[in-house]
């Protein structure tokens, strides 16, 4: 077991992989880097306000990102394909494709015909809510700068008299997602892309566009830079100040950052220009703590003070990290809704990857993408409430749980309580695996172990002892009902 820690901790450290992307039809998009890396380390926050909220958050362990933006009436990825890098995932597909400049103003009209007649954010929210979700991330502003919201500072947005949803009463579309989902009591995250690739200030018509970075040099023109400043300052004042409490500012787009803050993994984002894009993190952040004390601050990528946790994408870590972390994982096969092909991860695959990222002590960030009607796809819905069944038997071993060595054993997994005076061990069934009859305790976990009981089956387990080894007994009358779950949950008093 120790030598098995120490190859994935080497692992870790040898190998820096980030996923790029995940566009139709591909999972991720990663490159591995083999050089050593290691990771800058992690800036603890010293806000008061600011840790016990990441304390809080971190027991939330389970939350939704949606992505949805008039690039779902098309159904395409979300911005990226007004990129013009050479990449598999800005490819552009239909009618427009063929040139860039034809395309941009297609896509940009797109809000003419969007007109989401199913939107019904309550559907949205009690569905995560009752899967068992705290926390949702919704799409405020993505990469190609089309605001859900009625932002003052443009009128690229739903609410303009030239989007076709503005006519509809609930055309405000992030006032009327976080607020159906502060009704289910769960907690609101903001995301917000820094990039804009509509603003004049940041892909500038004088210059053609080259790829995902601003088109000209901030430091050779920076009133134009300053201008695009302020305009995200504006944009996250507003909504840091009207749309009511906010728990967390999720900042995509980690080209945008300070130059002391680039690493030889970044740098490639960056393009051969590798123009410095400065926003002005201290000022942002003052300006969101006064309108949100305490608000979580996610600068993705960026690390140091303004990355108040990290976000590794369509992955879970290797190692156990030792700061506060969120894996974003697709639900569907990507982060927009892809269409009627779309294929939904299975409830097997959900648990164990929600157990095993609470193992390692991260919270899951599952990815939905509405369609051009407004409404989750019907798998989703359907998995949602196969995945609320199961948390609302074995919640309490993932919620407010702590990491417990030695995490993660093949497909048994471990957790304890804050208080480590209740441990778990979790049984994860691979797909279409039956739950077994007998489940035998790791050799370094199994020493003190008293008494065991299967969560959502309250009757203390028999313990079988053999050579030293102990092995839990799972009772028949449990499988006969519940052998095709997708894991199962024992816990554990010590002596
Ligand atoms: C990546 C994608 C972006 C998406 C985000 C979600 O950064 O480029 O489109 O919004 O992942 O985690």
């Given at each position: 077991m120790v030598k098995h820690k120490v190859l994935l901790l080497l692992l870790y450290f040898f190998t820096c992989q980030f996923a790029l992307h995940a566009a139709a039809g591909d999972t991720i998009h990663v490159i591995t880097q083999n050089k050593a890396s290691a990771e800058p380390p992690y800036d603890w926050p010293r806000d008061s306000l600011v840790s016990q909220n990441l304390k809080t958050w971190q027991d939330w362990k389970f939350g939704i990102l949606i992505h949805w933006g008039a690039y779902s009436e098309w159904g395409?990825?979300?911005?990226?394909?007004?990129?013009?890098?050479?990449e598999g995932w800005c490819v552009r597909r239909g009618p427009?494709?063929?040139?860039w400049y034809t395309y941009k103003k297609a896509y940009e009209d797109i809000r003419k015909t969007?007109?989401?007649?199913?939107?019904?954010p309550e559907h949205w929210a009690k569905a995560a809510h009752d899967a068992g979700m705290k926390y949702v991330v919704f799409t405020t502003k993505h990469h190609d700068g089309f605001c859900m919201f009625d932002t003052k500072f443009t009128d690229y947005k739903i609410t303009d008299p030239a989007s076709a949803f503005s006519k509809n009463p609930r055309s405000n579309v992030v006032k009327e997602v976080f607020s159906a989902f502060r009704k289910e009591g769960m907690a609101i995250g903001a995301y917000f892309s820094k990039p804009d690739w509509h603003s004049q200030d940041y892909w500038w018509p004088y210059f053609p566009v080259l790829d995902r970075n601003v088109n000209y040099d901030p430091a050779k023109y920076p009133e134009r830079w300053k201008s695009f400043q302020k305009f995200t300052f504006n944009q996250i004042d507003e909504i840091t100040k009207e749309y009511g409490r906010i728990d967390i500012l999720w900042l995509d787009g980690g080209q945008v950052r300070p130059a002391n803050t680039l690493t030889d993994e970044i740098k490639p984002w960056l393009g051969k220009h590798m123009w410095i894009q400065d926003i002005d993190m201290p000022a942002i952040a003052k300006m969101a703590r006064k309108n949100q004390p305490g608000i979580l601050i996610v600068d993705r990528t960026v690390h140091g003070e303004y990355e108040n946790y990290r976000t590794p994408e369509q992955q879970i870590p290797s190692n156990v990290p030792a700061y506060p972390w969120e894996s974003c994982i697709t639900?569907?096969?990507?982060?927009?809704?892809?269409?009627?092909g779309e294929h939904y991860k299975s409830l097997n695959w959900v648990i164990s990857t929600l157990v095993k990222i609470a193992a390692k002590g991260g919270n899951l960030l599952l990815g939905i993408g509405p369609d051009k009607t407004g409404e989750f796809a019907p798998e989703a819905y359907n998995r949602l409430q196969q995945i609320g069944e199961w948390m609302k038997v074995n919640g309490e071993a993932i919620y407010n749980s702590r990491p417990l060595a030695p995490y993660q054993d093949g497909n048994l997994c471990f957790t304890q309580s804050k208080d480590g005076k209740t441990k778990y061990l979790f049984f994860l069934a691979k797909e279409n695996e039956t739950l077994p009859a007998s489940v035998d305790l790791p050799a370094g976990f199994a020493g003190k172990v008293s008494e065991a009981m299967l969560l959502g089956h309250p009757q203390t387990l028999k313990i079988k002892i053999k050579d030293g080894k102990k092995t839990v007994i799972i009772p028949a009358s449990y499988l006969k009902?519940?052998?095709?779950?997708p894991a199962l949950v024992i816990r554990i008093t010590e002596k």
């Open positions: 395409v990825v979300e911005s990226w394909s007004l990129c013009p890098e050479d427009y494709s063929q040139d969007f007109y989401p007649g199913k939107f019904n639900l569907g096969d990507s982060w927009y809704h892809t269409g009627a009902t519940m052998a095709s779950a």
